[in-house]
């Protein structure tokens, strides 16, 4: 029953950049995973799809958005870039809309990744 | 087996399809603070097929004035065993 | 077991606090570890040193207090989010020319990596949202 993970952080991203801070504090913690050595994966479900939207700008007063980070996310190793693909759907988008490479997982898909790490933090 | 914790109620988020969508076969989840809503006979038909592996927190039951309403496929545990489903899981996630 | 909470609700705003709380007393109860607490996002405001909640409140800083002083649990705040929200201690505050400073003790001040070291390290993580 019980199946051993292999990676060791799953960052779960669930909202678009601007509105929240929640897509920047979760990228923030998969980085610092990433910069002490741990083998960190995202998974973007939901809203969270549209923060792999190219063309992104910054906000009100100059509000920083997250374009920058995710353009950090190879330079940290963080390379396994999971997509939600009912989210995909939802929003009426296509992997080909993603500005980064991503694997699209089915809904089996995305219970499988969430046996696959040791910690999973939801965002 | 992973614990699963949902604290939002399915009659005004969507924050259970998320949850529904993480669940392996084995999992279980446990319902608190509003998601507890979601034990209501009207509202448990969003966690179909989790019969036996789906829970609610007694104490928000209790204070919301819902412990008698639950439907009987809910299965009620207090705090104690929120604690007790947590060592059981390997891990939980939580979905808000 | 080895158990550590990660709060991420403000106090007062949403359950959270309280569920974190309840559930911590109850993983003592039952014999186990706890670690540690990481307050996260809007979590970090349960370590306001200026919180004055009614009196037929609970005292959510209090009641954090009482169970690191119980149980010697571990409260450590994440600092870039604490920063933001203008919660410092007394050396952020002399840093950053504040007047005064906002974090109780005995809150610490400490780094993401903290959080991940904790999940890892722990045999439960358990995180209450709002």
């Given at each position: 029953?019980?199946?051993?993970?292999?990676?060791?952080?799953?960052?779960?991203?669930?909202?678009?950049?601007?509105?929240?801070?929640?897509?920047?504090?979760?990228?923030?913690?998969?980085?610092?995973?990433?910069?002490?050595?741990?083998?960190?994966?995202?998974?973007?479900?939901?809203?969270?799809?549209?923060?792999?939207?190219?063309?992104?700008?910054?906000?009100?007063?100059?509000?920083?958005?997250?374009?920058?980070?995710?353009?950090?996310?190879?330079?940290?190793?963080?390379?396994?870039?999971?997509?939600?693909?009912?989210?995909?759907?939802?929003?009426?988008?296509?992997?080909?809309?993603?500005?980064?490479?991503?694997?699209?997982?089915?809904?089996?898909?995305?219970?499988?990744?969430?046996?696959?790490?040791?910690?999973?933090?939801?965002? | 087996?992973?614990?699963?914790?949902v604290n939002r109620s399915p009659a005004t988020s969507q924050v259970y399809r998320q949850a529904?969508?993480?669940?392996?076969?084995?999992?279980?989840?446990?319902l608190i603070e509003d998601g507890v809503q979601g034990?209501?006979?009207?509202?448990?038909?969003?966690?179909?097929?989790?019969?036996?592996?789906?829970?609610?927190?007694?104490?928000?039951?209790?204070?919301?004035?819902?412990?008698?309403?639950?439907?009987?496929?809910?299965?009620?545990?207090?705090?104690?065993?929120?604690?007790?489903?947590?060592?059981?899981?390997?891990?939980?996630?939580?979905w808000y | 077991?080895?158990?550590?909470?990660?709060?991420?609700?403000?106090?007062?705003?949403?359950?959270?606090?309280?569920?974190?709380?309840?559930?911590?007393?109850?993983?003592?109860?039952?014999?186990?570890?706890?670690?540690?607490?990481?307050?996260?996002?809007?979590?970090?405001?349960?370590?306001?040193?200026?919180?004055?909640?009614?009196?037929?409140?609970?005292?959510?800083?209090?009641?954090?207090?009482?169970?690191?002083?119980?149980?010697?649990?571990?409260?450590?705040?994440?600092?870039?989010?604490?920063?933001?929200?203008?919660?410092?201690?007394?050396?952020?505050?002399?840093?950053?020319?504040?007047?005064?400073?906002?974090?109780?003790?005995?809150?610490?001040?400490?780094?993401?990596?903290?959080?991940?070291?904790?999940?890892?390290?722990?045999?439960?993580?358990?995180?209450?949202g709002p």
């Open positions: 029953m019980s199946e051993t993970p292999t990676a060791d952080l799953l960052v779960i991203l669930r909202h678009g950049p601007h509105g929240t801070s929640w897509l920047r504090e979760g990228l923030d913690a998969a980085l610092v995973a990433a910069a002490f050595g741990r083998e960190v994966s995202l998974l973007f479900m939901g809203e969270g799809v549209t923060a792999l939207l190219p063309g992104q700008g910054p906000g009100a007063l100059g509000q920083k958005g997250s374009s920058a980070t995710l353009e950090m996310l190879e330079m940290y190793d963080i390379r396994t870039l999971l997509v939600e693909e009912q989210a995909l759907a939802d929003f009426g988008l296509q992997v080909d809309d993603m500005r980064l490479t991503v694997i699209p997982l089915s809904t089996t898909g995305v219970a499988d990744a969430l046996k696959d790490h040791r910690l999973i933090l939801t965002f | 087996m992973l614990l699963h914790i529904l969508e993480g669940m392996g076969q084995d999992d279980r989840l446990l034990a209501l006979p009207q509202l448990v038909r969003y966690y179909d097929g989790l019969q036996g592996r789906l829970f609610a927190l007694k104490e928000d039951l209790a204070s919301r004035g819902l412990l008698g309403r639950c439907d009987g496929e809910v299965q009620v545990v207090d705090v104690d065993g929120f604690v007790a489903l947590t060592e059981e899981a390997e891990r939980t996630v939580s | 077991m080895r158990y550590a909470l990660l709060l991420m609700g403000a106090p007062y705003s949403h359950q959270a606090s309280h569920s974190a709380l309840r559930f911590a007393q109850a993983v003592v109860a039952r014999g186990h570890r706890l670690e540690a607490v990481f307050f996260y996002h809007d979590g970090v405001q349960n370590a306001a040193r200026l919180a004055a909640p009614p009196q037929d409140e609970p005292h959510l800083v209090d009641a954090w207090v009482s169970l690191h002083r119980e149980h010697d649990v571990a409260l450590q705040v994440c600092i870039a989010a604490a920063l933001r929200r203008g919660l410092m201690d007394r050396r952020e505050a002399e840093r950053h020319g504040k007047s005064g400073h906002s974090l109780a003790a005995p809150f610490e001040l400490t780094g993401l990596g903290q959080l991940v070291d904790l999940g890892l390290r722990c045999d439960r993580l358990v995180t209450f």
